[in-house]
């Protein structure tokens, strides 16, 4: 259920909380939109940009992402779907190429989510921006060390949950996030995330998930 929630939570923000105006430290609200169908339940997800989408009320509860800090790279944002507090932070690829290369797909994202309900802490998700091959694994290459994730439609998780504060460790004290995947149609990608501001962006959700 939780999946599906934020799913379109990430469709509203990720259309508006990347823009320009999203880079500004002050809070903003975002605005509505369209929400994709929730990808099948499994761990936890997040999810995606196009055009300025919107935020189903009927969906996320009447939520709105509010972005409560920018950090280099990394928006830091809270939203309270169904009165149940929510913060990630949220970034783009610094670079992305594909093999062939020039193949047309969607932004990327990668995700860090904590879910006081849940019990949930720094869950680190990656929205690749296209149908990954059905049934393969890919890769998160973060400060020297590599990380199986699971895949499952256009979304990464990783694969072994006990090693996940450990990733988010290193991704706290590295420079890049190296995430590599295979298309439904064989085309290969490597996305690297800037990891610039990361630390701080976490440190402000943590803050913010505790009131």
């Given at each position: 259920?939780?999946?599906?929630?934020?799913?379109?939570?990430?469709?509203?923000?990720?259309?508006?909380?990347?823009?320009?105006?999203?880079?500004?430290?002050?809070?903003?609200?975002?605005?509505?939109?369209?929400?994709?169908?929730?990808?099948?339940?499994?761990?936890?997800?997040?999810?995606?940009?196009?055009?300025?989408?919107?935020?189903?009320?009927?969906?996320?509860?009447?939520?709105?992402?509010?972005?409560?800090?920018?950090?280099?790279?990394?928006?830091?944002?809270?939203?309270?779907?169904?009165?149940?507090?929510?913060?990630?932070?949220?970034?783009?690829?610094?670079?992305?190429?594909?093999?062939?290369?020039?193949?047309?797909?969607?932004?990327?994202?990668?995700?860090?989510?904590?879910?006081?309900?849940?019990?949930?802490?720094?869950?680190?998700?990656?929205?690749?921006?296209?149908?990954?091959?059905?049934?393969?694994?890919?890769?998160?290459?973060?400060?020297?060390?590599?990380?199986?994730?699971?895949?499952?439609?256009?979304?990464?998780?990783?694969?072994?949950?006990?090693?996940?504060?450990?990733?988010?460790?290193?991704?706290?004290?590295?420079?890049?996030?190296v995430v590599k995947g295979v298309s439904a149609k064989g085309t290969e990608t490597t996305d690297t995330f800037s990891l610039k501001g990361l630390a701080q962006a976490l440190d402000r959700i943590s803050q913010d998930c505790r009131r």
């Open positions: 259920m939780w999946r599906a929630l934020f799913l379109a939570l990430m469709i509203g923000v990720t259309a508006w909380g990347i823009s320009d105006s999203a880079r500004a430290q002050t809070a903003q609200p975002a605005p509505k939109a369209v929400a994709k169908p929730a990808a099948p339940a499994a761990k936890t997800a997040a999810k995606p940009e196009s055009k300025p989408a919107a935020l189903p009320a009927a969906v996320a509860g009447g939520a709105e992402p509010t972005l409560i800090g920018q950090f280099g790279t990394w928006g830091a944002y809270s939203a309270t779907p169904n009165g149940k507090k929510v913060c990630f932070a949220l970034a783009k690829p610094s670079s992305s190429k594909t093999n062939p290369p020039n193949r047309p797909r969607d932004p990327a994202y990668a995700f860090v989510s904590t879910r006081p309900a849940e019990k949930v802490s720094n869950e680190v998700s990656v929205m690749i921006g296209y149908a990954l091959k059905p049934g393969s694994e890919s890769s998160v290459e973060v400060g020297g060390a590599a990380f199986a994730m699971y895949t499952q439609g256009d979304g990464l998780w990783i694969k072994n949950a006990a090693e996940e504060e450990r990733m988010v460790e290193a991704m706290r004290k590295s420079a890049d996030l």
